[in-house]
């Protein structure tokens, strides 16, 4: 501790009336330090009241060095009030309002110096200069904004649409859904018939050969060997050359059969979503990880023409231009692999002649009718068709419900206000540190990889601060620890980008993703409004400087 | 710290190791440790019954050189035999020869009792150890020259002890008694009183004999065979004992671990011990080690030390423990065992409790002087991790108007636990970093314990192993342990040259990447070994002349804290005071620095245990102590960390910590609401400072501790002996913690003689009453005593450093009669210009509706002067009827106002209390100031 010389102590108080010089600049009146202009109204009166309402002061009671109101009204240009604030002017930089416990502490905290006015420390005035790298790191971040403020709009109309298009293909998918299962239902009902009918045959066959068996046995004993079996093969013969012609008959639609199940699966492989930047196919994972989830719809109601009729009506309103509407606007870098995704598309679009369901269904009208004129004896052939088309519409059957609920899955998540985080459900962002490669898979996971072994950082929890943070949670748990969990908070930039992965806390992660859909306007508009302000407080003369 | 570290270091040992120890880590481990059944001697001393040893009697007394020297003869009798030292029994000289003893007396009432072997018929060339470098160098200066004995017939030898007090020498059987003087005196202590004084000693091994002692996987050599001693001690005119920590326990007195009334439990045990996750109520041993012990009781209060550094175990016997027909009243009978050494022991007279405090400071010293900083709050955390993370907790402080003085660095900060090097990926610049902080006035501490690791390219291993300065195992080699950095070795601090050596590793030359902001933390010096028997130092390892680690255990850490402690005074060329915190501890360590209780949990019992431990250390000389706050292992709720900060921040020793494995818990971390509430907690110990800094002065000059039970200021008020919840701050500050989970309302008892200030309200209360009173998040209960004057500060800063010029605010609680006295003591909160004199202490009297401040600093006490500018400016009185508007001040006459204020400049603080504004009289000026 420096040993003063004892200074009279009634000298004390007058001496803030002094107008005291540190750095370049110079002491406001007593009755004005720490205030800000905008409040210099709120202290004209003699009488003041606190701004808590809890008490009033005199004129000579502000900025006595006296702590009058708890709320700090009466001193915000002393430390006297532990909960008061000092307000620096910082001219050519930005105002600044400061804690009184800054106020004459020995250490330099506003850049004019104006929180030292005691002269415990002679505080240069670096407004100037901070002002001017504020300015151009302000320019920068405008720059930025202004950049990803155009890519996020686009972002944010491509994100739109594909939801929409998400949406609607999930309409549509649940009324074929209830289409085809009615057609199943009906196929079943066949197969079981033709089961029960082989079964019947089977044992009317092998009751027959037992009384063969016997016959034979006492025509030998009776040595007749005259007649012939000739009869019974000649009715399997018929059958065989009826399926023959009615095999040939349904040549066209049981073509169409397989090559709409290749095309939809394409459609699959590619989902018409995926955009630019890292892509993750986390394609495959996901259909293995629905396939568990098959028997959702199972409860459906079959009643499939009137559902067709509604399906009808749906897509040819909605969904056909908009999906060709958003197919064009992708990227021509992927514009390839958008071809197949749009064709395949097309394909299960009804805006064609007509969806694969439509011909699915008339081809298997067309056995079923075919079927019906047909009785017994069990024709084997007409008879393993209908089974490998029931077969065959069975799995279509699950492979649309997977499709269904991994849809309505990624459909059931919060985007955002515009779901302008639409295109991060499939794709994850990745950051590499040290050994270590962090992956960040929003509405998914987040994981950690080191050579093979990779950790698991959390799974998908929410959105926090309104769209600012993702936060994982409930990943792999840590010896003698919590379970991992990551935030990662965004914040504007004209890529996408993940950096700054750290661990503050044991086993809780940070992380930072910069990303256009954070640029947003209001932000813009504040940064612009900070830097007019910086350039107002700045004189014209500095400003050639 | 803790024992186990998340990323276990380069060798493949030592992750078996980490796996073996991995599977200790649910919680303290009772198989771990040894009881008193499985430690021999222990067992040995405990089983057996009063006056069944043949006794020694009392020969040839004579004075010399100013003391009462005599022999202890043994009684012809054979020993007993037991089931563990049967070899005692068969007629070895050892039982027959006698014992030299003397009896010194030093002045203020305190009597020393030594018993020793007779050299000149040992039979051995092993001598007991005699611990060093405790007592006061300047203790014998302070030996009454004993001039005349009297006689009571041939049976005694009595003696002046004190004013008022006797020292009586029994003949036989040989007893100790410490009574008032004149006829019929009444006891206040005993020794040997119930004929339990047993005194193993030394001999030749015969050739069937074993020594050997097997503990788990650990064999102890014993190459001198039994040497242990016990006796008891009875304190007379008690009601209860306390003292000998460290042991964790929700009771401030000493309960009975033997006798009537008593389930089956251990001893009090003495030996310093790493125990992960200690128990918060056990008689276990933990880090530390006091063998002092206080009585209490209406009529007198007096003390017990047994200097000695072995392991300890002590019974304290309930009432009949003797005869149950016949339980003792009145007084408190105890037993004392050591595994060896010699009986160097002082008797304390008292007869009030603050006398027993300062006999027992004029042995073993008070408390050093700390630095102002020292006073405020520290920020800790196992780890800090590198130099962002230190600038982002430092900006967080200031982000949120919270102060702190001290941020810490555990391990992970040195290079591979290297001690005194960094790890220069994460701390690149070191000294910047400590420079940042000390520009807002703040300090850092960095870790440095006594393992070092074996590492040849190490300097400070090679230069160890080139002087010969380790601990060496019982086969003379360099002793090998593990600990944090894996294989490591051990300084021998009971060596002077080594302590030098030691010392000099702290000058700003030899610490690269140090600076003079940078202060020390010693852990892990119990010593921590984590593979050897219950994790310490294998007893059988050699010192310095051949002593055994055995002899020294308690000691080590007391040496090794010293050894820093005086490192950094040479660093500062003696003129900065030293900053070392300690986790084990033994009588004396007080001289040395600050401790704390170690490796506490983040549980409800945890926070309410560290109230009678604190209470205990500072009965036994440790005033600058502390818990954790908010627990080391575990992550406490929001709310028990709120409770934590509110009760941590009237600790002495106040700072924050957590285990690696936890969750961040910074004090904003926790939303809005609880920030404030631990900034308001903060505040509250920064306001305090001035009044913690005065007292840190009387705990450096008297002895008696800053934090204390209330029965210290209250002896003859019978409600508060067995307190624990409550505690004293000085004499003036009443403090009760809140222990449980959203409890709503508290009882608690304020003691009689006294009103007491409600400090959130100014509501008065009586005293000798329990008050049952709502609770509220905001706070703890506290009260300010009437008749009591507490300086404060009530602006904050960054840091205290910032502090020393802001004006003071006076707080008068006034008494019946509207009296009421305080004192303020200010230096420059870092020097040693103290000692000549560079202080200012005043007292500020009320009476007559007059406040004066008065010199109260002796005018021989130096040349050097200390001044400063503060002011006093503001002046809240509790306990004025109202109706004052004016003050005048003299000299100056000039007049202020008086008006309605609140008790604290929180927001929403009601006005409830007189208030002068602005009186703006200096605090080093004589003045006084009428009310109109």
């Known amino acids: ?545 | 710290m803790g024992r186990l570290n998340r990323r276990s270091p380069d060798a493949l040992i030592f992750l078996i190791l980490f796996v073996f120890l991995a599977s200790l880590t649910s919680a303290w481990k009772r198989d771990e440790f040894r009881s008193c059944r499985q430690t021999p001697f222990c067992k040995r001393a405990r089983g057996r019954a009063p006056n069944s040893l043949p006794s020694f009697s009392v020969a040839d007394v004579s004075l010399s050189d100013g003391a009462v020297s005599a022999r202890l003869v043994p009684a012809p009798a054979l020993r007993q035999v037991t089931d563990d030292d049967p070899s005692a029994a068969d007629g070895d000289d050892a039982s027959s020869r006698s014992l030299l003893l003397r009896l010194s007396v030093y002045r203020g009432g305190i009597l020393r009792l030594e018993i020793d072997e007779d050299p000149s018929s040992a039979p051995t060339t092993k001598r007991r150890f005699r611990l060093p470098d405790v007592l006061l160098p300047d203790l014998d200066d302070r030996r009454l020259w004993l001039s005349r004995l009297s006689s009571d017939g041939a049976s005694a030898t009595s003696f002046y002890l004190a004013d008022g007090f006797e020292g009586v020498l029994r003949h036989d059987p040989f007893q100790i008694v410490v009574r008032r003087a004149g006829s019929g005196g009444e006891p206040v202590l005993s020794l040997n009183s119930h004929g339990l004084f047993d005194f193993e000693q030394l001999r030749a091994k015969k050739d069937d004999e074993n020594w050997e002692e097997n503990f788990r996987s650990h064999t102890d050599s014993r190459p001198h065979g039994p040497q242990s001693i016990s006796f008891d001690v009875s304190f007379h005119g008690a009601d209860f004992v306390y003292g000998i920590p460290e042991h964790a326990s929700t009771s401030l007195s000493l309960r009975p671990t033997r006798g009537p009334g008593v389930d089956e439990s251990e001893p009090y045990r003495l030996f310093n011990l790493d125990v992960f996750e200690y128990l918060h109520d056990s008689p276990f041993g933990i880090y530390g080690s006091i063998p002092f012990m206080l009585s209490h009781g209406t009529r007198l209060t007096s003390g017990f030390f047994w200097l000695n550094a072995a392991e300890m175990q002590i019974d304290v016997l309930a009432p009949g423990w003797d005869d149950p027909a016949a339980p003792n009243a009145g007084r408190v009978d105890t037993f004392w065992m050591s595994e060896a050494g010699v009986v160097d022991a002082f008797f304390f007279v008292g007869p009030g409790p603050k006398d027993v405090l300062r006999q027992y400071a004029s042995v073993t010293g008070t408390q050093a002087m700390p630095q102002e900083f020292a006073v405020a709050y520290h920020q800790c955390r196992w780890n800090y991790r590198d130099e962002e993370d230190v600038a982002a907790v430092d900006a967080g402080f200031d982000e949120h108007d919270i102060p702190y003085d001290v941020l810490w660095l555990d391990i992970e900060h040195a290079d591979g636990k290297r001690y005194f090097t960094w790890d220069r990926v994460l701390f690149p610049n070191p000294e910047e970093m400590q420079k940042k902080l000390a520009a807002k006035g703040r300090h850092m501490v960095t870790i440095v314990d006594p393992h070092i690791k074996r590492d040849d390219s190490f300097y400070l291993h090679k230069e160890a192993t080139e002087k010969g300065y380790y601990v060496k195992d019982a086969s003379g080699k360099d002793f090998d342990g593990w600990c944090w950095p894996g294989s490591s070795s051990y300084p021998d601090m009971l060596n002077p040259e080594i302590r030098e050596w030691w010392a000099e590793k702290f000058s700003l030359k030899e610490y690269v990447g140090s600076t003079p902001s940078l202060y020390i933390w010693n852990d892990m010096n119990e010593p921590s070994v984590f593979n050897g028997p219950e994790v310490t130092m294998p007893r059988d390892a050699i010192h310095m002349g051949g002593v055994e680690h055995r002899e020294l255990h308690n000691a080590y850490g007391y040496y090794f804290h010293m050894a820093t402690s005086n490192g950094l005074l040479k660093r500062g060329n003696g003129k900065d005071r030293p900053f070392v915190l300690s986790r084990a501890i033994f009588a004396g360590s007080q001289r040395y620095g600050a401790i704390w209780t170690g490796d506490n949990s983040a549980d409800w019992d945890h926070l309410r245990v560290s109230v009678p431990m604190i209470l205990n250390l500072g009965l036994a000389g440790m005033s600058f102590s502390g818990a954790d706050v908010g627990g080391f292992f575990g992550n406490p709720e929001n709310d028990l960390l709120v409770r934590w900060y509110q009760l941590g921040a009237y600790y002495p020793f106040f700072r924050a910590h957590a285990h690696h494995d936890t969750k961040r818990r910074e004090p904003w971390l926790f939303g809005e609401q609880n920030t404030a509430l631990m900034r308001e907690a903060i505040h509250t110990r920064y306001s305090l400072l001035p009044y913690y800094y005065t007292l840190f002065r009387e705990a450096a000059v008297t002895g008696i501790p800053v934090m204390r039970p209330l029965w210290l200021e209250f002896p003859s008020d019978k409600e508060t002996y067995d307190n624990g919840e409550a505690f004293l701050v000085g004499s003036s500050l009443l403090v009760h913690g809140i222990y449980e989970k959203d409890q709503k309302s508290a009882s608690i008892y304020l003691p009689a003689g006294a009103s007491w200030y409600n400090l959130r309200n100014g509501v008065k209360f009586d005293g000798g009453v329990s008050h049952k009173l709502a609770v509220s998040e905001d706070s703890i209960p506290s009260f300010q005593r009437a008749g009591t004057i507490i300086p404060r500060k009530d602006r904050f800063r960054r840091s205290s450093t910032q502090m020393v010029n802001d004006p003071y605010t006076l707080v008068i609680a006034l008494n019946g009669s509207l009296a009421a006295e305080g004192e303020l003591y200010i230096d420059d909160g870092k020097s040693y210009d103290f000692e000549q004199g560079a202080y200012i202490h005043r007292r500020f009297i009320f009476a007559d509706r007059k406040l004066t401040s008065i010199d109260i600093r002796p005018s021989n006490v130096g040349d050097k002067k200390f001044s400063t500018d503060c002011t006093v400016e503001r002046i809240i009185l509790l306990g004025l009827p109202s109706g004052a508007k004016k003050a005048v001040v003299e000299p100056g006459n000039h007049e202020t106002n008086i008006e309605l204020g609140p008790l604290t400049l929180r927001r929403a603080s009601p006005p409830v209390a007189l208030t002068i504004r602005k009186p703006n009289v200096c605090v080093v000026d004589d003045w006084c100031l009428r009310i109109l």
């Open chain 1, 1 to 545: 501790m420096r040993t003063h010389l004892l200074l009279p102590v009634y000298l004390a108080i007058s001496c803030l009336c002094l107008s005291w010089i540190s750095g370049l600049a110079s002491l406001p009146p007593r009755e004005l330090l720490g205030i800000a202009p905008e409040d210099e109204n709120f202290y004209k009166s003699d009488v003041i009241k606190c701004k808590d309402g809890s008490k009033k002061f005199t004129k000579q009671q502000l900025n006595d060095d006296f702590c009058d109101c708890q709320d700090g009204t009466d001193e915000p240009g002393t430390s006297a009030c532990p909960e008061g604030k000092f307000f620096c002017r910082n001219a050519g930089h930005i105002p600044q309002m400061i804690y009184s416990s800054r106020v004459n502490d020995g250490i330099c905290d506003c850049c004019d110096g104006s929180d030292e006015y005691k002269g415990n420390v002679n505080c240069p005035n670096t407004c100037w200069e901070a002002g001017k790298a504020v300015c151009e790191k302000l320019k920068k971040k405008i720059a930025t904004h202004q950049d990803g403020l155009i890519i996020r709009k686009r972002e944010v109309e491509k994100a739109k649409q594909a939801f929409a298009k998400d949406e609607e293909e999930l309409s549509k998918l649940k009324s074929e859904e209830k289409i085809l299962k009615g057609l199943v239902d009906k196929l079943r009902e066949h197969k079981e018939q033709i089961e029960k009918a082989e079964e019947e045959e089977r044992l009317r066959k092998e009751e027959e050969k037992k009384q063969k068996d016997a016959e034979r046995q006492s025509t030998e004993q009776n040595k007749s060997l005259e007649e012939s079996p000739l009869d019974h093969s000649e009715g399997i013969h018929d059958t065989l050359l009826e399926k023959t012609s009615q095999l040939d008959k349904m040549d066209i639609g049981h073509e169409s059969v397989d090559q709409l199940e290749k095309e939809y699966n394409s459609g699959i492989d590619l989902p018409a979503d995926h955009t630019v930047g890292q892509v993750v196919d986390d394609h495959h994972d996901f259909i293995r990880s629905d396939h568990g989830s098959d028997d959702t719809n199972d409860e459906l109601p079959s009643g499939h023409s009137t559902d067709q009729h509604v399906y009808e009506d749906k897509t040819t309103t909605n969904a056909g231009p908009n999906y060709e509407t958003g197919a064009k606007e992708i990227d021509s870098d992927h514009a390839a692999e958008m071809e197949k995704g749009s064709e395949s598309a097309d394909d299960l679009t009804p805006s064609g002649s007509s969806s694969w369901v439509d011909k699915i269904q008339q081809t298997i009208q067309n056995i079923l009718q075919a079927f019906n004129f047909f009785k017994s004896p069990v024709d084997i052939s007409e008879a393993s068709r209908i089974k490998k088309e029931y077969n065959d519409a069975n799995s279509k059957l699950s492979k649309l419900r997977s499709r269904i609920s991994s849809l309505a899955e990624k459909l059931k998540h919060d985007f955002g206000k515009d779901k302008e985080f639409y295109s991060f459900y499939d794709r994850c962002f990745e950051n590499k540190q040290n050994k270590y490669v962090y992956k960040v898979c929003p509405f998914k996971k987040a994981s950690q990889v080191e050579d093979h072994s990779t950790t698991q950082l959390g799974n998908w929890e929410k959105f926090d601060e309104s769209y600012r943070v993702m936060q994982f949670s409930n990943g792999d748990r840590c010896w003698n620890g919590p379970d991992r969990s990551l935030k990662v908070r965004l914040r504007c930039g004209v890529k996408d980008e993940l950096a700054d992965v750290d661990e503050p806390s044991r086993c809780e992660y940070v992380a930072i993703l910069s990303t256009p859909i954070l640029c947003l306007e209001d932000k813009l508009k504040e940064l612009q409004q900070k830097l007019e302000d910086l350039n107002k407080s700045q004189p014209s003369k500095h400003d050639e400087l």
